[in-house]
């Protein structure tokens, strides 16, 4: 079992940053897969950002070169920083993690994400 307490949303003016934080509740160590997922109100979740334990992250095209995702194995944490907040940002932001060894996935409750145009 994992769970995942996300923090950090909140509503922000287009052009601003925010930053979201996910602590999970085992040593990141044994999670292979860290990474954001968002859903926008009547649409699909969808990828935001990944990152393995070791490896380089995933983007979604639409972030690339905006939002920075990054892990702190010494405290649990994966990490978004998003800058250039754009009014498409807006969203639920999920936090999400794969153990090894695990065949399901892991899911944070979701922080809200408001960007005002």
């Known amino acids: 079992q994992v769970q995942l307490v996300e923090s950090g949303g909140g509503l922000v003016q287009a052009g601003g940053s925010l930053r979201l934080s996910c602590t999970a509740s085992r040593s990141t160590f044994s999670i292979d897969v860290m990474g954001w997922y968002r859903q926008a109100p009547g649409k699909q979740r969808e990828l935001v950002a990944t990152i393995r334990r070791v490896g380089t992250p995933n983007y979604a095209d639409a972030v690339k070169g905006r939002f920075t995702i990054s892990r702190d194995n010494a405290k649990n944490t994966v990490i978004l920083q998003m800058n250039s907040l754009e009014a498409d940002d807006t969203a639920v932001y999920y936090c999400?993690?794969?153990?090894?060894?695990?065949?399901?996935?892991?899911w944070g409750q979701g922080t809200q994400v408001t960007v005002s145009s």
């Open positions: 999400y993690a794969k153990p090894y060894g695990f065949v399901r996935d892991y």
